[in-house]
C-alpha cells in the first residue's frame, strides 16, 4: 500500500521561508516521478515542481522558478520542497504526488498517488 504523507506547512508572512516535506512508502519503482502540486481555492490544481526519482533532474512550474527548489532523500524515502521569498499568491494547499504513469511531469492527472495536502498561508 503507496503512503504518501505531507508535513511542514503553516502561515508566514511574504518573504520568508517554508519547507514542504512529503515522507512516502509502499513505492516500488524503478525510474518514476514525485512532485508537488497546490491548489488554491477556485483554482485548478497547478503543477509546482517534479523531479525523477533515478535521475534527480528537477522540473519547475513558472511559479516555482527561482524561488523554489524540490530534492529527494532516497535513504528516508522523503521529497522535500524548499520554499523561498513566499508571496501571497503561493496561498494553496500543497500536494504530494507520486508514481507517473503518462502524460507531462507537471501535469496531475498521470499520477497514481496522491497524500492529504498540508496548507501554506502567506499573508502579512
Known amino acids: 500500500q503507496v503512503q504518501l504523507v505531507e508535513s511542514g506547512g503553516g502561515s508566514v508572512q511574504p518573504g520568508e521561508s517554508l519547507r514542504l516535506s512529503c515522507a512516502h512508502s509502499?513505492?516500488?519503482?524503478?525510474?518514476?516521478?514525485l512532485a508537488w502540486f497546490r491548489q488554491a481555492p477556485g483554482k485548478e490544481r497547478e503543477g509546482v515542481a517534479a523531479?525523477?526519482?533515478?535521475?534527480?533532474?528537477?522540473f519547475y512550474g513558472d511559479a516555482a522558478k527561482g524561488r523554489f527548489t524540490i530534492s529527494q532523500d532516497n535513504a528516508r524515502n522523503t521529497v522535500y520542497l524548499q520554499m523561498y521569498r513566499l508571496k501571497p499568491e503561493d496561498t494553496a494547499m500543497y500536494y504530494c504526488a507520486a508514481d507517473l504513469r503518462g502524460g507531462h511531469i507537471l501535469r496531475p492527472g498521470g499520477y497514481n498517488y496522491w497524500g492529504q495536502g498540508t496548507q501554506v498561508t502567506v499573508s502579512s
Open positions: 509502499g513505492l516500488t519503482y524503478g525510474d518514476t516521478a
Open positions: 523531479i525523477r526519482t533515478h535521475r534527480d533532474s528537477p
